[in-house]
């Protein structure tokens, strides 16, 4: 029997709940030493899973960023890299960007219809798979986990997070709020309108909640909920 990932999805918004601005420019929402965390979590994880929206917008590398850390990981005989995931049911993806070209294997999920594109698109910077028709999340967790990943770490985007949480999907949530306002009607939300399990009175469990310097990181335990 193929047993699902433990997925851990990790964002960090502002007060308002924002992932980003509307600017060309990332907004850097994080620390340095949070950073360090995160980068911490990457190197504990066996694949690392974005949506094709955050790749378009932010040209994520999705690295471990530590020497130290990759040697642990090579030591342990992994990888020196988590295995590199996207999600594109569009496949509107740019080969150019510098996820596909560093550092570790890339596996993308798409849907039937979109496939023979996600393939001539990305040739042999990926391998492509198709969820089916649509896109089936416990279909990918279990094809993750039918290649040996027992850790997922998601680290968006906003529809991303929206589904496997409205599909009781996720195991953990880290959430690092940022000192910051937003204020744009426009920019990224971290979470959808969305039919979450229990309905908006179900409570997730508070694992952890901590300061790390100016930002403040929320651990919540999603499952388990009526």
Known sequence: MVIRPY???SAAVSVDGRLDDTSQERLVLSNHRDLDRVDDERAAADAVLVGANTLRRDNPRLLVASAARRARRLAAGRPEYPLKVAVSGSAELNAGLAFWHCGGEKLVFTVDGSLPRARRTLGALADVVSTGPVLDWPL????LGRRGVERLLVEGGGMVHTQLLAQNLADELHLVVAPLLVGEAAA????GPALYPGGPRARMKLLDARSIDDVVLLRYAPKGRP
């Open 188 to 191: 990224p939300r971290f979470l």
């Open 140 to 143: 990918l967790l279990g094809e």
């Open 7 to 9: 997925v851990l999805l």
